[in-house]
């Protein structure tokens, strides 16, 4: 069974050229069945039943795994068994027998525009790590993009004098995406004097701690670290959270956010449907349509406590 799970995590790197967070998740969560099955007697994945199935779902239930987790495990093994089908390690796929939990649908959580100002006043300009995530916080929300593309974005894929970002999307899909001029203007400055600091580092020491850590990689990131490396994930998210915090924003910030906010203040503000897919990159507009639902919550709740006859 493990030689099957790994030519699926093969074909998820080469073919499908799927992120490290994806192959890790499905690597991990599907092994996490094939170890269930293996203790009870099964010996290959074409074993396993619908009634096993059942079983593995009412353990997920009593080990405490959220609804979210058991339908994504469901999901990850459905597809796993739809690659076992195509390359004749199986007959069937008993993954289809089992219905997954219904998912109540959650509307994104967007800041609001107060909020957002003040998120973007939150650094320091004085300082290079200031002037960076001031950089960072406008693109986030000015082109509406994932965290995961901020981080990897390279030099060579700015154009600050036609206001353009070339991003590498989910899929490896590229796309084109516009920017105002507050966030050209934070880039730029970034780019003119913190990035040069923190590329070059502040003090010899620094610069003795990044001998064999900064890579070729590295030398063309947008965004960089301390050591002259490129900015993780991990690190902006707590960032982020201490600048949310330096704002008065009470509940829990996100970088997702910031794009949530990007896609409702657009709707808001006028933009059709068709652009703000094409913006953020969404392959069908049935995924951009839950931002109008944001965008009419918005406005119900403007017209409950404004309108004379709505209240209640």
Do not use: C
């Amino acid at each position: 069974m493990q030689a099957e799970l790994d030519s699926y995590v093969l074909y998820l790197r080469t073919e499908r050229d799927a992120s490290r967070h994806t192959i890790s998740n499905y690597r991990r969560e599907i092994a996490q069945f094939m170890r269930f099955a293996q203790q009870r007697g099964v010996g290959g994945w074409a074993d396993v039943t619908p009634a096993l199935l059942r079983n593995w779902l009412a353990w997920l239930h009593a080990e405490g795994y959220v609804k979210a987790s058991i339908v994504r495990r469901i999901s990850e093994l459905r597809v796993f068994y739809a690659f076992l089908q195509r390359h004749g390690v199986v007959n069937q796929n008993p993954v289809q027998a089992i219905a997954a939990p219904r998912m109540p649908q959650r509307l994104p959580r967007p800041l609001t525009v107060d909020e957002v100002n003040a998120l973007l006043a939150s650094p320091d300009l004085t300082t290079p790590q200031g002037q960076r995530d001031r950089a960072m916080l406008e693109l986030l929300y000015a082109a509406g993009l994932r965290i995961s593309e901020l981080v990897a974005l390279d030099l060579n894929n700015l154009d600050l004098p036609q206001g353009q970002v070339r991003v590498m999307g989910k899929g490896a899909k590229e796309r084109i995406t516009l920017i105002g001029a507050p966030a050209a203007r934070a880039l730029r400055i970034y780019l003119d004097q913190g990035r040069v600091k923190l590329l070059q580092g502040e003090s010899e020491s620094a610069a003795q701690s990044r001998i064999g850590r900064a890579s070729a990689s590295s030398q063309k990131a947008v965004f960089l670290n301390r050591f002259g490396s490129r900015l993780s994930v991990s690190m902006f998210t707590r960032l982020l959270s201490g600048y949310a915090r330096a704002a008065g924003i009470r509940r829990r910030v996100t970088p997702h956010m910031l794009r949530h906010s990007f896609a409702t203040h657009m709707l808001d503000g006028g933009a059709d449907l068709r652009s703000v897919q094409e913006l953020l990159g969404h392959e069908s507009v049935s995924t951009t349509q839950i931002y109008t639902q944001v965008s009419q919550s918005h406005l119900r709740d403007t017209l409950n406590s404004a309108h004379p006859r709505a209240r209640r």
